[in-house]
Structures are given as C-alpha cells and as structure tokens.
C-alpha cells in the first residue's frame, strides 16, 4: 500500500511527532537560555596611550624690528621665504648716518695725527729743549764759580755776583721746565695719554656710528622660515616696532591640549608617535618634553608640548598633527574587550561570565587601557569567556554563548 492510501489517523501521528519534536527542540533551547555574544579574556602585548590632537609650532620664534627711525627702502624677502643667517630682510634710507660714520672715520684719523705729532714730533723737539735748557744751566753755573771767585779776590763787585747768582735761577727753572715738557711728551706723560685717549674715543664713536649706520640693514639672526612680515617699501618704521616674525630652523615642537582626565598618565620623557594631517601616513616620533602646571579653566585641557628630535621636512609651521602618546606598556597582560565590561570607569566595574551555561557576576580590578582593551587586574581568568556588556541578562540567568563566526 502506498503512503496516498494511509489512513488519516497516520497523518495525525506523524503531525503529532512532528511538533512534539519541536517543542522538545525549542524547550531544550529555552531551558540552556539564550545565544550571546562573548568576549574571551586573553593575553596579548598592551601598550596604552594617550590620544591628541595639535599643533606644529617652533619653540620660540623670532620677531623682528628695527633699532632706529628710518624709511623703508627695500623689502627683498617674501612671506614664506626661508633664510639663512646674515640675509638682508629690510634696507632702510640712512643716508644721514652714513655721512656721520665718514665724519667719525675723519676724527680717528685726526686725533691719530696728533697722537703721531705728540710722539714724532713735540717728544724729539722737548728733548732737545731739554738738553739746550740743561747746557745752559751748566753755563751759568760756571759763571757763578767764577764770579764767586773774583769777588773773594776783589777784582769785581757785588752786583755782577748777583747778576751771576740770577742767572742761575733762570737756567735752574728753564731746564725744569724743559724737563717736565720732555716728560708730558714720553710714553707716560699726560700729553701722551691725553693724545692717546682722544685716539680710543674717536675710534669709538666711530665705530658707534658705523654700527648705527649697520642698523639700515636688518639681518636675519639664524636660519629659519620668515611666517609673518609686516612692512612695505614706503613704511616708516621705529624701534621695537614688528616687521616679520621668523621661525628659526632645525627646532621642532608638538603643542597639544590634552584631557585633564588623562593628566595623571602623561609622563616627562614619554614616547609618542605623530603624524600631520597632510601626511597622514607618515608618522614620526616625539618626546614628552613639557607639561603645563595649570588646567584651562574653560576647556578642562592641559598644554603638553613634544619635542621632534628628527623633524621630516615636510613638517611645517603651524600644522595639525595627531599624536599617541605611550603611556604604558604592559607584555603579556591579561585583557578583555572593553565592550564586556560593565561600568568600566566606575569604582566598582564588574562583568557577567559564562560559567557552566549561566551568567555569573565578578567584581574586576582593571588597569591600563588601550584600542578597546582594557587589563584585568583580577576578577577573570585566561579563557574566560565574557558576556558582552550589551547583553541583557541578570546574574544566574541561562545562556549559551554564539559560536565564533566563520
């Protein structure tokens, strides 16, 4: 007999044990509890760090100003342009200083004139005053010896002794005059050193005048990136007045706001990798060199400032560059995925476990944290397989866990 020509009762009976096999089906799956995702609690490398964004900035930059009042005669630098040490940034008109520094070179060649006329000429002639002053002394000395001498024998009277003895004061006070004149001129004397001072001061007004005349050209003071100018052929500009601002090179640093939350990780020393917006797959590397001490009060952002030892030379001023900064590196750290954990910055977090097809609760101890893992101080074990935080289940509730997609 074929199965067209069963009787209706084995219809029913098949029926029947079909759904009978499928409520056994569905009342196992009910009774092991739902399917859920899991995390497994494994051990890997974690290195955790503190994510930034910023700026390229130089360490210090360079405003540059005139030192004098003057005309603008020549701007021959660009916005953007990079110098070198000793270029020409701005020629100014000085005309009236460069006449005062020829007038100044002319007094230095004057007072050195009369210091040569003082030792080649006024020196010679007082020695030889001297000597013509001393000869007649000798003379008149000998003539009051004389004179002495006649007087005793009584060949001449009184006065011409006295006219003898006159004599040889006038000689006695030629030759110290001619003495001290001799003296004024040698080396030591003061018109020696007067002659010889007015050489130092001539020769230093002359070089302030130079040096003031210097200041119509205005050089860059180091090699760097000139960001700014402010000054057109025409302007008249005054002392401590901003014309350009130079960003000197081979100095880079990284200037991020970063959470103050964060404040507690960031580490003077630590190491960080960065990359430029612009170049956003090409990183470099940073060194923590600076934390500010106060928080800014309207962001709740500390300033932290990196310093680029090797800076890629398309790093430019002013850039936005993303930054991580390592913080800690923990080998071989038993993590989960964040995700399975509940209440992770609260001071109790805590998970639910798949423990023999039930949910059960822990308490965790939680450390670093790093690309969506975080470390598990205690609470869990390696292999552990944790309920995602998503899930809605209560503590004790049946569950299985999904198999691992393919």
């Known amino acids: ?43 890997r490398d974690l290195v955790q760090t503190v994510v930034g964004s910023g700026r390229v900035e130089s360490p210090f930059r ?70 013509q002053a001393q000869a007649q002394l000798d003379s008149a000395r000998a003539a009051l010896r004389r004179s002495q001498t006649l007087v005793q024998q009584g ?22 005059s001619a003495r001290l004149q001799r003296d004024s001129a040698g080396a030591a004397g003061s018109d020696f050193v007067l002659a010889s001072g007015a050489v130092v001061e001539a020769q230093a007004a002359a070089d302030a005048a130079r ?36 960003s000197p090179a081979g100095s880079v640093q990284l200037v991020l706001d970063v959470d103050e939350k964060n404040l507690r990780l960031i580490r003077l020393g630590q190491k960080a990798l960065a990359s430029a917006d612009a170049y956003a797959q090409q990183n470099f590397e940073a060194t923590v060199a600076y934390i500010n001490p106060g928080v800014n009060a309207q ?35 038993l993590v989960v995925a964040l995700a399975a954990v509940r209440a992770p910055d609260s001071a109790a977090p805590w998970a639910l476990v798949l423990d023999q097809g039930r949910a059960r609760r822990v308490a965790l101890t939680l450390g670093s944290r790093s690309g969506g893992m975080v470390e598990v101080l205690s609470g869990l074990e390696e292999g552990d397989a944790v ?10 509730q049946r569950v299985r866990a999904k198999p691992p997609a393919l």
């Open 1 to 43: 007999m074929s199965w067209l020509a069963a009787p209706r009762w084995a219809y029913r009976v098949l029926a029947g044990m079909a759904l009978t096999g499928l409520a056994a089906y569905w009342g196992q799956a009910w009774w092991r509890g739902p399917l859920v995702d899991v995390e497994r609690v494994a051990r």
């Open 62 to 131: 360079v405003d540059i100003s005139s030192q004098i009042t003057a005309t603008v005669a020549r701007v021959p630098v660009a916005e953007g342009t990079t110098v070198h040490a000793g270029d020409v940034l701005v020629e100014l008109a000085a005309t009236d200083l460069q006449a005062v520094a020829r007038q100044a070179d002319l007094s230095v060649v004057q007072a050195r004139a009369r210091l040569r006329q003082v030792r080649e000429l006024q020196a010679p002639l007082s020695e030889q005053a001297l000597r």
């Open 155 to 176: 060949f001449i009277g009184q006065v011409a002794l006295d006219d003898a003895l006159r004599a040889v004061d006038v000689a006695e006070s030629q030759t110290a």
């Open 211 to 246: 040096a003031r005349a210097g200041f119509a050209l205005i050089r860059a003071p180091r090699d760097g990136l000139l960001i700014s100018r402010h000054v057109e052929a025409g302007d008249v500009v005054q002392p401590a007045k901003l014309l350009m601002t130079l």
């Open 299 to 333: 962001t709740g952002a500390v300033q932290v400032k990196l310093r680029v030892d090797q800076p890629p030379p398309y790093l430019q001023q002013d850039m936005t560059v993303s930054v991580d900064v390592e913080v800690a590196r923990r080998p071989q750290a």
């Open 387 to 396: 309920l995602q935080a998503s899930v809605a289940v209560s503590d004790g």
